[in-house]
């Protein structure tokens, strides 16, 4: 989601077809891209969009209500994301689990300030399914595949998935601050988590991570 200006093409066809919550929305994305969250006001939204104040209160009560939705929007649009680059990839855990840990990694190096609020608000609630539980959910299925296909190792799916998600997060986060276009960090660190999860007597290297 790369935006030319402050109040993109997507918002004000959202508010022209009458849409004001949905551009309340995406107006308050691209004010956090742009600006950083602490930007973030009722006032300032409304003005980027020629609404009044009270109009925007109409849909939200306050900026912890607007941020909660910004945030659960953020979560589907990169749940989306992640399923895309699974489905895309064809059968197969090792080829699945290094598109879906490219398309995580991309995501949140295109969306810094945007994906740090997202992970911020997990955070602060303390529970880790939250806004992540499709992703977590996709991964637990990959990983019963895996196992009945004998690619990967017997053991609790949910936990496996959780190391996953952990590893892949951490290897997205240590690289926010980088601008390298290539991705040799993140490629090893996929690589070697699936070393410890495959059956032994299946390849250990997917077809992506040959490229």
Aim: proline share 2%.
């Amino acid at each position: 989601m790369r935006h030319n200006g402050l109040v993109g093409k997507k918002t004000k066809k959202l508010y022209h077809h009458g849409n004001l919550r949905a551009a309340l929305i995406q107006c308050g994305l691209e004010l956090i891209e742009k600006k950083g969250v602490h930007a973030l006001t009722l006032r300032e939204i409304g003005s980027q969009i020629g609404v009044s104040r009270s109009a925007a209160y109409r849909h939200f009560k306050d900026k912890a209500a607007l941020l909660s939705a910004i945030v659960d929007a953020g979560f589907a649009e990169f749940g989306n994301v992640v399923q895309a680059a699974k489905d895309a990839a064809g059968e197969g855990f090792a080829a699945q689990m290094d598109s879906m840990a490219l398309a995580y990694f991309r995501f949140a190096n295109e969306h810094r300030t945007q994906f740090e609020v997202m992970v911020a608000a997990v955070l602060e609630s303390g529970v880790a399914e939250v806004g992540g539980g499709h992703n977590l959910r996709n991964l637990e299925q990959m990983i019963r595949d895996g196992q009945q296909t004998g690619e990967v190792r017997q053991g609790d799916p949910a936990l496996l998935a959780r190391v996953i998600w952990a590893l892949i997060h951490a290897a997205s986060m240590l690289r926010l601050d980088e601008d390298s276009a290539e991705l040799p960090f993140l490629r090893f660190s996929t690589e070697a988590l699936r070393s410890g999860l495959r059956n032994r007597q299946a390849p250990a290297v997917s077809p992506q991570a040959r490229k």
